[in-house]
């Protein structure tokens, strides 16, 4: 079986990088001997909080966004 590698980091937003950072230390460290299995476990137990923080980083962009919006098509004050 070939063995999986993580992108390079650079093509991820900054939560990305910090996920893949604090994997890749536990994996490298190997202070918890853990295997691939593990840390697939680990990812799954973390997806409801990852999709928590990833709703609401894109609720803060639309809510900027609409400001922006705003701003930009307001009517001028004569």
Known sequence: ?????????????????EVIRIIQEVSHTNILGLAADDIKIIAKE???DLD????????THFYEMGLFLVEKFKPEDD
């Open 1 to 17: 079986m070939a063995k999986k590698t993580i992108q390079d980091p650079n093509e991820f937003g900054s939560l990305e990088k």
């Open 46 to 48: 973390l997806m409801p």
């Open 52 to 59: 928590a923080m990833i709703s609401k980083k894109v609720k």
